[in-house]
């Protein structure tokens, strides 16, 4: 009796242990039909209850195992119930939400004419509360004015003594100012051959690729499948001059998932 209760205790932590290291965090990118990103979407995970909201981007992160089923609630949007599979953790989940119709509320028309033009007509005059109101409105117009008005004037304490010179020196600061932000902000323009090649080496340099040769891809696979994504989602064009790795790697995984289903041959 005594070695069955020691066999019980030890096995219960291995089934926790082995349920914890199931759950995987899984991401995903949020559009409607137009692919324009939705932000503020309520992810849950039915499963195991946890919920999450889309960032602005549309991007999410949930902590799912297989088989866990993902919910996808946005007001103004039907929901949208995803299950998720092995190949799922791979790569991120392209999720797009339908809008709901707008039901208009039906009008009915509750006066039928009767044919008599005198008695048809008072039930489309204005009502007696609506008339008086405007007799009332039209009389207080043409009233004399019995208030006096407010004094437009400028307070002697708040007043200064601004000369043309002046005045004419901060409009030209705030313009200054206006074509320095504009000269400042980056532009996003067509990337040049060199250009290209210099944003892919750094790429190869400081991307997390292991996630592509987790499939068996060399060094040439890899290279085919960067000028891929570059070309497909504009990379160099978008990201040369405004590095940011995090975004980089998403915009590559957002690639590959694509990638995969037409270049079988070449992973």
Not at 38 to 46: D, E, R
Not at 155 to 161: G, I, L
Not at 207 to 217: E, P, S, V
């Amino acid at each position: 009796m005594r070695t069955y209760i020691k066999q019980s205790l030890y096995a219960v932590p291995f089934f926790v242990s082995a349920e914890m290291f199931s759950q995987q965090q899984i991401t995903g990118l949020i559009t409607d039909r137009s692919n324009s990103n939705i932000n503020s979407v309520l992810v849950i995970n039915v499963t195991n209850l946890k919920s999450v909201l889309s960032d602005t981007s549309g991007k999410f992160s949930i902590e799912a195992s297989e088989n866990d089923e993902l919910r996808f609630v946005k007001e103004g949007y039907y929901r949208f119930d995803k299950k998720i599979k092995g190949n799922d953790f791979s790569a991120p989940l392209m999720i797009s939400l339908e809008k709901a119709e707008i039901e208009i509320p039906e009008v009915k028309i509750t006066f039928k004419p009767s044919g008599n033009l005198e008695r048809d007509s008072k039930n489309l005059s204005e009502s007696r509360k609506l008339m008086a109101l405007k007799s009332d409105m039209e009389e207080y117009m043409k009233s004399p004015l019995n208030e006096a008005l407010p004094d437009n004037s400028i307070s002697k304490t708040f007043k200064q003594d601004y000369n043309t010179g002046q005045v004419s020196l901060l409009g030209v600061l705030d313009a200054a100012v206006g074509l320095f932000k504009k000269a400042t902000e980056l532009k996003i323009t067509k990337a040049n051959y060199t250009e290209t090649q210099d944003f892919l080496r750094r790429v190869k340099t400081e991307a997390d690729l292991q996630f592509l040769k987790k499939y068996g891809m060399d060094e040439e696979q890899i290279d085919h499948f960067l000028i891929y994504a570059n070309n497909t989602r504009m990379m160099a064009k978008k990201y040369r001059k405004n590095f940011k790795i995090d975004v980089v790697e998403f915009e590559l995984r957002v690639a590959f998932a694509e990638y995969k289903k037409t270049h079988k041959d070449n992973i």
